[in-house]
């Protein structure tokens, strides 16, 4: 039960969580703008990437094993594009509720989903697409 309640999300969710409650509220409007574009690029480059996966029919859950590498679509520009959705929206609500002071929480974030999913998550796809997962590396960043 616990691997499935560790995922990405609940991780976000924790952050967020955190961030509200210490979070002043109050931004300025050219924050709210800004923070807003950022939460709203962040959504739909989650949704972009996991609809290029379904579409691709393999899984979006990080612990399953993937059926089909996946290199279109946001993955052409980074290779995990829903992560960085995640931390978009994290750096977007910071702004947004004015606690811009807390951005570096964000590179936090970043450490603890590369330390916690993405290091298993590309060995996965080294034992299961070995070269071909190699050569996508080679040509694509890990986040942007």
């Given amino acids: 039960m616990l691997k499935w309640s560790d995922v990405p999300p609940s991780w976000l969710a924790a952050v967020v969580f955190g ?15 800004i923070g807003g574009g950022f ?3 962040g ?11 379904t579409r691709a029919r393999t899984t979006v859950v990080p612990h399953l094993r993937a059926s089909t590498l996946v290199t279109s679509g946001p993955f052409r520009m980074s290779r995990n594009p829903i992560y960085l959705g ?3 929206i994290l750096a977007g609500l910071m702004l947004r509720w004015g606690a ?8 936090l974030f970043i450490f603890i989903i ?14 299961d697409f070995g070269p071909a997962f190699d050569a996508w590396c080679q040509k694509t960043r890990r986040w942007l």
């Fill in 19 to 33: 961030l509200w409650w210490v979070a002043p509220g109050g931004a300025r409007p050219e924050l709210l703008w």
């Fill in 39 to 41: 939460v709203a690029l």
């Fill in 43 to 53: 959504l739909a480059l989650i949704f972009w990437a996991a609809f290029v996966m």
């Fill in 86 to 88: 995640d931390a978009l």
């Fill in 100 to 107: 811009w002071w807390t951005l570096p929480l964000v590179a």
């Fill in 114 to 127: 590369t330390q916690r999913f993405i290091l298993s998550e590309e060995a996965r796809l080294t034992e």
